[in-house]
């Protein structure tokens, strides 16, 4: 072999190691099409648990199987995209009114200075981004009832969005 080819060669295989899919989409690819593990297995020259194993992040493919697997990963990348990525939740009122187009129309604030001791409060969030909801409680800055939590785990709204104060109906006993 001549030198020229080798170095062909190295970087032909530099390109199919960083152009191998993450071991999730490696599934989500094999599953979209409706292929068996043991149908893979055969079509690339290796066992069962070895897609098992690749398609659960335990080993990563080798030569001589990893360029028939990419191929058939490639080929079923086009035919089966991968669905778009979910939209993270705005994380700030600058972010929410980046959203609007036209006149924005915000949502009211809370009259006067928020006091400082609610001042640093933020929703509780999980790892997904999203805001964790717990059980039903008078928001800490605004009084309405809400579900989401402050990250001290008292009640606040989503984003610390709260609603105009508006005073209650009086009641007749």
């Known amino acids: 072999m001549s030198e020229a080819n ?3 060669a ?3 295989e530099a390109r199919l190691v960083a152009a191998m899919p993450p071991p999730e989409e490696r599934l989500r690819l094999r599953e979209a099409a409706g292929f068996s593990r043991a149908h893979f297995a055969a079509t690339v020259g ?17 030569p001589p ?4 697997y990419l191929r058939i990963l490639k080929g079923l990348a086009e ?13 700030n009122s600058e972010e929410i009114a980046a959203l609007y187009t ?58 610390a969005l709260c609603q105009p104060i508006t005073p209650a109906p009086p009641t007749r006993g």
């Open 46 to 62: 290796v066992g069962r648990q070895t897609i098992a194993n690749w398609e659960t992040g335990v080993s990563d493919p080798t």
């Open 10 to 12: 190295l970087l032909e």
């Open 102 to 159: 036209g006149t924005p129309t915000m949502p009211p604030q809370l009259p006067g200075p928020v006091p400082a001791a609610l001042a640093g409060l933020e929703t509780l969030r999980g790892p997904d981004g999203r805001a964790i909801e717990g059980d039903p409680g008078p928001c800490v800055r605004c009084g309405v009832e809400t579900t989401y939590q402050s990250t001290d785990g008292r009640p606040l709204h989503s984003g």
């Open 65 to 68: 199987a990893r360029y028939p």
């Open 6 to 8: 080798s170095v062909e």
């Open 79 to 91: 035919i089966y995209p991968a669905p778009p990525a979910p939209h993270a939740p705005p994380a």
